[in-house]
Protein backbone atom coordinates (compact mmCIF):
# COMPACT_ATOMS: atom_id res chain seq x y z
CA UNK A 1 0.00 0.00 0.00
CA UNK A 2 3.19 2.26 0.59
CA UNK A 3 4.23 2.02 -2.68
CA UNK A 4 1.03 2.65 -4.51
CA UNK A 5 0.64 5.71 -2.32
CA UNK A 6 4.04 6.77 -3.09
CA UNK A 7 3.30 6.03 -7.02
CA UNK A 8 0.36 8.00 -6.52
CA UNK A 9 1.99 11.26 -5.00
CA UNK A 10 5.07 11.20 -7.75
CA UNK A 11 1.87 11.24 -10.46
CA UNK A 12 0.51 14.26 -8.67
CA UNK A 13 3.48 15.83 -8.77
CA UNK A 14 4.34 15.32 -12.29
CA UNK A 15 0.97 16.30 -13.60
CA UNK A 16 1.47 19.46 -11.12
CA UNK A 17 4.89 19.93 -12.59
CA UNK A 18 3.65 19.37 -16.49
CA UNK A 19 0.92 22.14 -15.98
CA UNK A 20 3.64 24.35 -14.43
CA UNK A 21 5.28 24.13 -17.44
CA UNK A 22 2.72 24.74 -19.56
CA UNK A 23 1.53 27.98 -18.02
CA UNK A 24 5.15 29.66 -17.63
CA UNK A 25 5.83 28.19 -21.67
CA UNK A 26 9.62 29.62 -22.61
CA UNK A 27 10.25 31.17 -18.85
CA UNK A 28 10.13 27.50 -17.32
CA UNK A 29 13.63 26.94 -18.54
CA UNK A 30 14.84 30.29 -16.53
CA UNK A 31 13.08 29.54 -13.02
CA UNK A 32 13.83 25.87 -12.95
CA UNK A 33 17.78 27.43 -13.52
CA UNK A 34 16.92 30.37 -10.87
CA UNK A 35 15.49 27.43 -8.17
CA UNK A 36 18.75 25.63 -8.77
CA UNK A 37 20.81 28.28 -8.39
CA UNK A 38 18.91 29.35 -5.00
CA UNK A 39 19.42 25.66 -3.70
CA UNK A 40 22.91 25.35 -4.61
CA UNK A 41 24.31 28.64 -3.13
CA UNK A 42 22.41 27.79 -0.01
CA UNK A 43 24.03 24.45 -0.04
CA UNK A 44 27.54 26.05 -0.40
CA UNK A 45 26.99 28.69 2.20
CA UNK A 46 25.99 25.50 4.98
CA UNK A 47 29.33 24.10 3.68
CA UNK A 48 31.05 27.18 4.10
CA UNK A 49 29.80 27.60 7.64
CA UNK A 50 30.25 24.12 8.69
CA UNK A 51 33.79 24.41 7.56
CA UNK A 52 34.15 27.41 9.45
CA UNK A 53 32.88 25.86 12.70
CA UNK A 54 34.57 23.05 12.63
CA UNK A 55 37.92 25.59 11.99
CA UNK A 56 37.08 27.34 14.85
CA UNK A 57 35.97 23.52 17.13
CA UNK A 58 39.87 22.43 16.35
CA UNK A 59 41.53 26.22 17.03
CA UNK A 60 39.56 25.57 20.67
CA UNK A 61 40.67 22.60 21.39
CA UNK A 62 43.99 23.21 20.50
CA UNK A 63 43.95 26.69 22.48
CA UNK A 64 42.76 24.62 25.24
CA UNK A 65 45.93 21.48 25.00
CA UNK A 66 48.19 24.62 24.47
CA UNK A 67 47.12 25.77 28.08
CA UNK A 68 46.57 22.05 29.74
CA UNK A 69 50.34 21.72 28.70
CA UNK A 70 52.19 24.90 30.11
CA UNK A 71 52.41 26.86 26.98
CA UNK A 72 54.38 24.59 25.18
CA UNK A 73 53.36 23.65 21.32
CA UNK A 74 51.90 19.96 20.80
Known amino acids: MKTFM ?3 L ?3 IAT ?3 VLAVIL ?3 GAWYFSWLLGTG ?5 TAAGAML ?4 DE ?3 VASEKR ?7 V
Open 10 to 12: FMV
Open 16 to 18: LVI
Open 58 to 60: ERR
Open 40 to 44: LIVLV
Open 52 to 55: LDTQ
Open 25 to 27: GDS
Open 67 to 73: AASGGKS
Open 6 to 8: LFV
